[in-house]
């Protein structure tokens, strides 16, 4: 099981930062492999993926979500195993660490040898450097309501 701990700064409030990560459908905008998210009923959502060239798709669970403060998941079924909690944490009016903590458990060859190349920590790091680039560069506005859970 691969455990990967990362966090960024974004110059953005707490509240803009929480809002922006809970759209789950705006995944694809920022986070490389995601190709959609599919809200399938309250707390509930249907990933579909690109892993190592693959098509992959899984259901995963909200398990926690406090408004501005957190949101956890773990999957449900399907063809990845994860669970993960984002935490946001406010460190002036307009500037929020993000934290990702994921556990991820490779499956097949393909995975397990790109886990050991450090594939799915490269793969977080860049997220989160695009879910920056991704706030910071669209601002607050009529799209940026929170997504339901």
Avoid: C, N
Avoid at 67 to 93: C, I, K, M, N
Avoid at 112 to 133: E, N, P, S
């Amino acid at each position: 099981m691969t455990q990967v701990e990362e966090s960024i700064e974004v110059a953005v409030p707490v509240s803009e930062a929480y809002r922006r990560w809970t759209r789950f459908e705006d995944f694809p905008r920022f986070m490389a492999g995601v190709e959609r998210i599919d809200r399938t009923s309250p707390g509930l959502t249907h990933w579909v993926v690109r892993v190592g060239g693959a098509t992959r798709e899984f259901d995963a669970r909200i398990t926690e979500q406090i408004p501005d403060e957190r949101v956890a998941w773990t999957t449900v079924s399907g063809d990845l195993h994860q669970a993960g909690v984002v935490t946001f944490h406010r460190l002036e009016d307009a500037r929020t660490k993000v934290m990702l903590q994921l556990a991820h458990d490779p499956h097949g060859l393909v995975e397990t040898v790109g886990d050991k190349l450090g594939f799915v920590h490269r793969q977080a790091i860049d997220g989160l450097q695009h879910f920056k680039d991704f706030v910071e560069s669209r601002g607050a506005g009529p799209d940026a309501g929170p997504s339901p859970a």
